[in-house]
């Protein structure tokens, strides 16, 4: 059962931030190390690569409370995989997709590019996101029963399966192209 707010309560979302360990989690610790200040709503969590994210990843965060997602990459040109970022904000824009589609809002979904030395930005991109979800609401999920909730994700992510971003991070070969070996 989800609490009602009153127009005298403020709404504090529940935030969920994914970041690689390269850039992400170095302006997090650089941040930390500094003592910039920045809301305690959001739960991070450490991925090996933005480019590892999953359009499931994002929904799954989302079913399970999240009332904003977002990503923390290196910035564009300067990844530590070479495109993995690239990679992660394909994924994003085709995931905001799927959110306006279930009338969610791709709103709630961003995602942020810094180098590892920017505390700052870091810092403002979790203050950035938790007052655009306070003026957006809680999570219309949340109003959902699970198994209603199971039911929609399942179904936009078995849609999302069917569905090619057309990205894949990696350059075609040509067919005259022999693979090694």
């Known amino acids: ?15 969920t931030a994914f970041y690689c360990v390269y850039c992400g989690y170095m302006a997090a610790d650089t941040a930390g190390a500094l003592e910039v ?18 359009v499931r990843y994002l929904l799954e965060a989302f079913e ?12 564009i040109g300067n990844c530590h995989h070479v495109r993995g970022n690239e990679r992660g904000h394909a994924r994003v824009e085709h995931a905001k997709k799927i959110l306006d589609e279930i009338g969610l809002g791709s709103d709630r979904l961003d995602m942020f590019f810094m180098s ?3 505390a700052q930005t870091y810092a403002n991109a ?16 949340k109003n959902m029963n699970t198994e209603e909730r199971k039911e929609l994700i399942d179904a936009i992510a078995e ?7 057309g990205f894949r991070g990696r350059r075609k070969i ?3 192209a ?3 070996g």
């Not at 920045?38 to 690569?49: E, G, L, S, T």
């Not at 399970?64 to 910035?75: E, I, K, R, S, T």
């Not at 849609?159 to 971003?165: A, C, G, H, P």
Request: proline residues 10%.
């Open 126 to 141: 979790a203050k950035t996101m938790t007052e655009r979800i306070r003026k957006l609401g809680p999570n219309p999920l």
């Open 159 to 165: 849609e999302d399966d069917k569905e090619d971003t």
């Open 64 to 75: 399970q409370g999240a009332d904003g997602v977002y990503l923390v990459a290196c910035p």
């Open 178 to 180: 022999k693979p090694p």
């Open 116 to 118: 590892g030395s920017q």
């Open 37 to 54: 200040q920045y809301p305690a709503n959001v739960k991070f969590i450490r991925m090996p690569c933005t480019g590892k994210t999953d």
């Open 1 to 15: 059962m989800t609490k009602q707010h009153t127009s005298s309560e403020i709404f504090e979302p529940e935030i």
């Open 174 to 176: 040509s067919k005259k």
